[in-house]
């Protein structure tokens, strides 16, 4: 069974941080991008950051360069995603999302989600 299970959002202040993690199983790791986008309400679908396997190449939006950074522990399939100096824009749930190629947003499987609050 795939899963890509994410943890570790919550409610902060703007100016905080945030560690989301994703554990994934089920899938052959090595063959996918594991990257994050996010879904706010009223809002489109939003790319926020991705890591190719392989070369680690990595892929941040705008919206987020200096701020965010993800890394990826091969040993554990696990993809992290470092958030800092949060906003009150960046309030959405946050998805774990297994990508062909990074950072082409068209997943093959995708986690549950978690909410992330910046409260201003």
């Known amino acids: 069974e795939v899963q890509l299970v994410e943890s570790g959002g919550g409610l902060v202040q703007a100016g905080g941080s945030l560690r989301l993690s994703c554990a994934a199983s089920g899938f052959t790791f090595d063959d996918y991008a594991i990257g994050w986008f996010r879904r706010a309400p009223g809002k489109e679908r939003e790319g926020v950051s991705c890591?190719?396997?392989?070369?680690?190449?990595?892929y941040y939006a705008d919206s987020v360069k200096g701020r965010f950074t993800i890394s990826s522990d091969n040993t554990k399939n696990m993809v992290s995603l470092q958030m800092n100096s949060l906003k009150p824009e960046d309030t959405a749930v946050y998805y774990c999302?297994?990508?062909?190629?990074?950072?082409?947003?068209?997943?093959?499987?995708w986690g549950q989600g978690t909410q992330v609050t910046v409260s201003s």
């Open positions: 999302a297994a990508l062909r190629i990074c950072p082409i947003w068209a997943p093959d499987y």
């Open positions: 890591i190719s396997r392989g070369d680690g190449n990595t």
